[in-house]
């Protein structure tokens, strides 16, 4: 899968998911949000409408698919039962499979890495983070839990949960465009 996108189901954490998009195009990133539904409008876990640049069909008909590159990113927010409705969603959760097999980046925050990125086949001796209580999921497939905001191991980037909004998206930035981009758009932020 080509691009970065950003996938958004009902009961997403709309902090994470929006901080993330923020911090993306602030960089210059083409970051496109993406509703796993028919309908580009999804509903926040504090009952927020929002309305995503794609419905998962829009995505599906304009995406490349194939070899990606490690600039290539799908990103999952938290929230729940946001994260639930993302794994639960198997015609996404397999194009994350092929996309994180041929090589794509995954980043997750908050609840998202254990109950989206644990359906990875290939995560043992990762290093991720995820919100408190959650650990055991990722402990369970073998990866190292670390409780730190934000914890980059290769191509899988993941968040501690929505006060680390902010560094989630400056550290995908970083991983796309580089460290000096992602320090430009934190000093214009006065972080």
Excluded at 120 to 145: H, N, Q, R, W
């Amino acid at each position: 899968m080509k691009g970065t996108y950003i996938f958004l189901a009902d009961g997403f954490e709309i902090s994470e998911a929006l901080t993330t998009v923020n911090m993306l195009r602030r960089g210059g990133v083409n970051v496109k949000t993406v509703s796993i539904y028919d309908d580009r409008i999804v509903t926040s876990s504090n009952r927020i409408p929002v309305v995503a640049d794609m419905a998962f069909g829009e995505f599906k008909a304009s995406t490349t698919f194939g070899p990606c590159l490690p600039s290539d990113v799908m990103i999952f927010p938290g929230g729940m039962p946001g994260s639930a409705n993302l794994a639960a969603f198997g015609k996404l959760m397999d194009i994350m499979k092929q996309h994180y097999a041929e090589g794509g980046t995954v980043a997750a925050i908050c609840a998202a890495p254990s109950v989206v990125l644990t359906l990875l086949p290939e995560i043992s001796c990762k290093k991720m983070t995820c919100y408190d209580g959650f650990e055991e999921a990722i402990v369970s497939k073998g990866a190292e839990y670390v409780k730190e905001g934000v914890v980059k191991d290769g191509n899988m980037i993941t968040g501690r949960g929505p006060g680390w909004a902010q560094e989630f998206g400056l550290t995908i930035l970083a991983h796309i465009k580089g460290e000096e981009i992602a320090e430009k758009v934190k000093t214009g932020l006065m972080l």
